[in-house]
């Protein structure tokens, strides 16, 4: 049986109560049961849930060093959406909302794209699956629980997956900081998959050449750029309020 580990006081809770059954065994800080963790602990024996009170370099070995507020629990494997998900997908959603990161390598910026996407109400998000961060449990961590609602579909060619899009009538809007149009000046209703770059380097050149078109975020500082989760939720919540 495959398995993962998941940590953290909001992440272990969202998917304990959306998924219990997929728990196995948990570890928690010995002798840690305060008023932020006992309710977590109640709820684990409440599902039946194994957990041992272990030292804190047990559980820091087990995260990796990673921050796990003194909790830790092993899960099986979820679901791993696939390419043709994400056509199931929008073969049930006539307006889809979908995001699309395209080389974005840090699970923290995962983890908080996530966490807005479920916010602004986003079907899918979607990655390249090669040179691009995966699903894992620092992103699950940021993500607050919205790893577990919004689908993660990785995709063997995401030029050809914008292109395919495009054949589905869906807008394909990307970020780029030297374009003329602006994203306040942007139509984001209708079906729509916005597109956000790696910090940094940004959209690839053939990335960037199957989106519809290109739009930049008005920057009045001295700072050229937003890191890519910060930028991605102002995109995401335009779209939400230029959507309602």
């Known amino acids: 049986m495959s398995s993962e580990m998941i940590y953290g006081i909001h992440a272990v809770t969202a998917l304990l109560e959306t998924a219990p059954e997929r728990f196995i065994e948990a570890w928690a800080l010995k002798g840690r049961e305060d008023d932020r963790l006992l309710p977590l602990l109640n709820l684990l024996r409440k599902y039946g849930v194994s957990i041992q009170f272990v030292q804190r370099k047990t559980l820091d070995d087990k995260a990796e060093g990673a921050i796990h507020q003194g909790i830790i629990a092993r899960i099986k494997e979820g679901k791993k ?10 073969d049930k959603q006539p307006h889809p909302f979908l995001l699309v990161l395209d080389g974005v390598t840090d699970p923290h910026n995962l983890g908080a794209c996530l966490r807005s ?12 699956r090669d040179k691009s961060v995966s699903l894992n449990a620092t992103a699950r961590k940021v993500a607050c629980g ?13 030029a050809r997956t914008l292109r395919e899009l495009k054949d589905r009538n869906v807008w394909v809007v990307g970020t780029a900081g030297e374009t003329d149009d602006e994203l306040f000046d942007a139509k984001l209703t209708g079906p729509l998959a ?4 790696a910090e940094g380097s940004g959209l ?16 009045a500082g001295a700072v050229s750029s937003l890191n890519v989760s910060v930028a991605t939720g102002i995109c995401l919540f335009e779209a939400v309020r230029q959507r309602r």
């Open 204 to 219: 690839r050149r053939l990335t960037r050449e199957h989106c519809d078109q290109l739009i930049r975020i008005p920057m």
């Open 117 to 128: 996407a479920d916010a602004a109400g986003v079907h899918a998000l979607i990655v390249p």
């Open 146 to 158: 919205a790893a577990e609602t919004v689908p993660f579909i990785q995709v063997t060619n995401l």
């Open 81 to 90: 959406y696939e390419e043709a998900d994400l056509w199931d997908l929008l």
């Open 194 to 197: 916005l597109v956000m770059g």
